[in-house]
């Protein structure tokens, strides 16, 4: 099916200041989308794109879900990519030849079986693989929109934009780089010195970026690369732009579709800068709206414990509504070197998302992130440490019984596991200082005789 033309005419979206669909004077302040901005003039808070849901009401539900399968995965450019077989709900002005897309999204509902029964009781357990992607993580679904939007307003001379710019703690850069490589745009990246991984880092090289290697954190690297742009025709690409999340809010809609059209019980994020966990609330949202799905999941935000800023409002009052002993931290060392932030730039959107869904933040500690992706690993998965951290929030949950044996409850994995591989390596050679292993496996060295090794196999109860 397609939508008519007329129809179509009338899908438009527009930046709004976070906010303006609960303030009827923030409604009034409105952007187009071509143009440079990223924070409210008004407020100086985030801006949220905003979709004309009446237009968008003028085609059915079913006529929405038939339109979405029957483009999914097929290979008519653009609408074969997760995100872009939804264009209409993400950026419907741009027209298709501008789009840059690697055919990102349709990432694997992978049903873990194993882990879900016998390390936690439960049967209807399932870990969205979004590092199944052309750069390795989730990033890729929001980049796409970003750079597609840039790439459109350079085409159009809407703007004037030499760069695409960001701060990344390792995935945000590769995508940037990557996506911009396609388009022929210049990208720079600001990273964290010696705090990713050589896997993340030469991601950026190898695509031609211009590769800024800052003696600071992420925190840092954030505050000098606004301070760059707003000075330089540097577009901004964090996750502080509502076009990443538009991009993002699609793995959303694609869970609902890979259970044909219903929305889990339970579904886990990773939250770091925490644009991720409301980019899922965005896309739930819309579905109930539209008439696609009937209601939400719960959200759950997990995070590390050596960067848990929202995790300690939610212990201090957030769990009860009241958010205002909120305070940003300053991010200690963790192997989820992604999320290893403290002062995140979507923390209202953040609180936003658990406020609307019932949901809950919980946190992990490095033994137990490292230990819930190992045990996981064992039943088939490989995860990176994002994903542990999920795990291990789940494992968590469960003992206290939060969530039930029968809760369908997907785990959202962030990024693939071979970008993390230092520290897999790591742990199975018990190098980590303070960490146990207590499901490492050894490497065993023997000599090239057969009876060396029938002796290992019998001893490790195989022959």
Not at 19 to 48: V, W
Request: contains cysteine; proline residues 4%; aromatic residues 8%.
């Amino acid at each position: 099916m397609t939508v008519p033309a007329e129809v179509a005419e009338a899908f438009h979206a527009d930046y709004v200041p976070f906010g303006a669909d609960r303030d009827a004077t923030l409604a009034q302040e409105r952007y187009s989308l071509d143009q440079i901005i990223y924070r409210s003039k008004r407020t100086n808070g985030l801006l949220e794109v905003e979709h004309n849901m009446e237009a968008l009401r003028q085609v059915s539900a079913a006529e929405w879900k038939a339109l979405f399968d029957l483009r999914s995965g097929r290979t008519v450019f653009p609408f074969g990519s997760g995100v872009w077989s939804k264009k209409e709900w993400v950026l419907p002005s741009i027209p298709d030849g501008d789009v840059v897309s690697m055919f990102e999204g349709n990432s694997n509902l992978f049903w873990a079986e194993r882990f879900g029964k016998e390390v936690l009781g439960m049967d209807d357990l399932w870990v969205k693989q979004c590092g199944n992607s052309h750069t390795g993580s989730f990033k890729d679904l929001g980049m796409t929109v970003l750079v597609s939007q840039v790439n459109h307003m350079i085409k159009s001379n809407k703007a004037k934009i030499k760069a695409v710019g960001c701060a990344s703690t390792g995935d945000t850069s590769a995508a940037l780089a990557a996506y911009c490589a396609a388009a022929g745009i210049p990208s720079v990246v600001f990273l964290p010195a010696d705090k990713i991984t050589i896997s993340q880092l030469v991601q950026p090289i190898a695509n031609g970026s211009i590769v800024l290697s800052i003696e600071t954190d992420f925190d840092g690297c954030m505050k000098l690369i606004q301070e760059v742009v707003e000075q330089y025709p540097i577009y901004l690409a964090n996750s502080m732009n509502s076009l990443r999340l538009e991009g993002q809010k699609t793995v959303s809609i694609e869970i609902a579709q890979q259970f044909d059209w219903q929305v889990p019980d339970w579904v886990i994020v990773p939250g770091g800068n925490l644009g991720n966990v409301y980019a899922f609330y965005k896309g739930f949202a819309m579905m109930r709206d539209l008439g696609l799905t009937d209601r939400l999941p719960r959200l759950v935000v997990a995070q590390s414990a050596n960067a848990n800023p929202l995790y300690l409002a939610y212990k201090a009052g957030g769990y009860k509504g009241d958010w205002s002993a909120y305070a940003p931290v300053t991010a200690k060392k963790t192997v989820a070197s992604a999320i290893q932030i403290g002062d995140p730039v979507s923390i209202h959107r953040a609180i936003r998302a658990i406020d609307e869904t019932n949901g809950l933040v919980e946190q992990a500690t490095e033994e137990e992130l490292l230990d819930a992706a190992a045990q996981a690993d064992r039943t088939g998965m490989f995860n990176c440490p994002h994903t542990g951290v999920a795990l291990a929030v789940l494992m968590k949950l469960r003992e206290r019984g939060i969530i039930g044996v029968k809760d369908r409850t997907v785990v959202v994995s962030t990024a693939h596991g071979l970008k993390f591989t230092d520290s897999k390596v790591a742990y199975h050679e018990r190098k980590i200082q303070n960490i146990a292993s207590r499901y490492a496996n050894d490497v065993h060295r023997v000599p090239a005789s057969a009876g060396h090794v029938i002796d290992l196999l019998r001893a490790r109860g195989v022959v």
